[in-house]
Antibody
Framework: QLQLQESGPGLVKPSGTLSLTCTVS??????????WGWIRQPPGKGLESIGS???????YYNPSLKSRVIMSMDTSKNQFSLRLSSVTAADTAVYYC??????????????WGQGTLVTVSS | SFELTQPPSVSVSPGQTANIPCSGD??????ACWYQQKPGQSPVLVIY???KRPSGIPERFSGSNSGNTATLTINGTQAVDEADYYC??????????FGPGTKVTVL
């Protein structure tokens, strides 16, 4: 059974950089079938896509966050990571890592981590 | 930019059918998928490729997509189906978007 687990600081200062890692177990992380993604959910609000990374290192980012996001993969550790710079209180959210199937415009997230709350505050 | 709209809430009596619409410009020309999220839990994929159910999702969940509207239907709604439901589709800006979510209440 595939499992994804987010890890990283739960508190980040304004103007700082949010850094999270997702560890994947139970499946081939280097499969060419899937992307690996980050999605966030501010408290009491809806879901927002952040970005996706492919095993080759190719990335896709939400245009609204693109200027602040970097995603990468470490296949030797079965991990992928998110860095979001210049954070503000508006970036406070539960951050989920996911496995994504994407082919053309057919794209869905079939496995999700449990989520980790990141609060931006001084 | 491409946007998806959903009603904030839908109420349904136990055993009845709940229809949850998701609207977007020419949405029927794209693939839509749906997620169920219960309080304090991660979202769960319930429909993908408009109509397909992942393994383990009950048969009472079904989907359709035509014109500008995708619809998630729950037949014989049960109390355990009370949750928030989000639709998702691909944006032509090479990324995907979520609808704002619909809270389903089983009265």
């Amino acid at each position: 059974q595939l499992q994804l687990q987010e890890s990283g600081p739960g508190l980040v200062k304004p103007s700082g950089t949010l850094s999270l890692t997702c560890t994947v177990s139970g499946d081939s992380f280097s499969s060419s079938t899937y992307f690996w993604g980050w999605i966030r959910q501010p408290p009491g609000k809806g879901l927002e896509s952040i970005g996706s990374v492919y095993y080759s290192g190719r990335t896709y980012y939400n245009p609204s966050l693109k200027s602040r996001v970097i995603m990468s993969m470490d296949t030797s550790k079965n991990q992928f990571s998110l860095r979001l710079s210049s954070v503000t209180a508006a970036d406070t959210a539960v951050y989920y890592c996911t496995r994504q199937y994407c082919s053309g415009d057919d794209c869905y997230n079939d496995y999700w981590g449990q989520g980790t709350l990141v609060t931006v505050s001084s | 930019s491409f946007e998806l709209t959903q009603p904030p809430s839908v109420s349904v009596s136990p055993g009845q059918t709940a229809n949850i619409p998701c609207s977007g410009d020419k949405l029927g020309d794209k693939y839509a998928c749906w997620y169920q999220q219960k309080p304090g839990q991660s979202p769960v994929l319930v429909i993908y490729q408009d109509t397909k159910r992942p393994s383990g999702i009950p048969e009472r969940f079904s989907g359709s997509n035509s014109g500008n509207t995708a619809t998630l239907t729950i037949n014989g709604t049960q109390a355990v189906d009370e949750a928030d439901y989000y639709c998702q589709a691909w944006d032509n800006s090479n990324f995907y978007v979520f609808g704002p979510g619909t809270k389903v209440t089983v009265l």
